[in-house]
């Protein structure tokens, strides 16, 4: 990430917004568009290969500085704190699984669970 240019990095970091609850798919793209900026997009989205030391230091500062407080809360961990890729992959973890998409995934295999009210045990088990 050295080799960019430092108006434009300050630019694209500046227009990434804090992350919420709300804005995940921008969010994502901005933060996505600085990985390809940084010429680090595929070791970032693919987990490999290693970040270089200061390719991770530089990502890591500023993920953790376009997140909310309560984001920081749920998606930052002992493990994840010092690896920029780990923590990407606990921030995508955490945020598709709110995705309109996968709730109505989950809502589906909900709505197809049958109730048979001479077995209840079966139905809280399964």
């Known amino acids: 990430m050295d080799n960019i240019n430092a108006t434009i990095l300050k630019t694209t970091i500046k227009a990434i917004p804090i992350l919420t609850e ?56 002992s493990e994840n704190k010092d690896n920029a890729q780990l923590l990407w992959k606990e921030i995508l973890k955490h945020f598709l699984s709110w995705e309109p998409s996968n709730r109505a995934r989950v809502y589906n295999q909900f709505s197809h669970i049958s109730f048979d009210i001479s077995n209840i045990e079966k139905f809280v088990t399964e």
């Open 22 to 77: 709300e804005n995940f798919s921008s969010w994502r793209s901005r933060i996505t568009a600085l990985f390809k900026l940084g010429g680090l997009k595929d070791n970032m989205l693919n987990g490999e290969p290693a970040l270089e030391e200061d390719d991770n230091t530089i990502l890591r500062a500023i993920i953790l500085s376009k997140l909310s407080t309560k984001t920081q809360n749920n998606v930052v961990t």
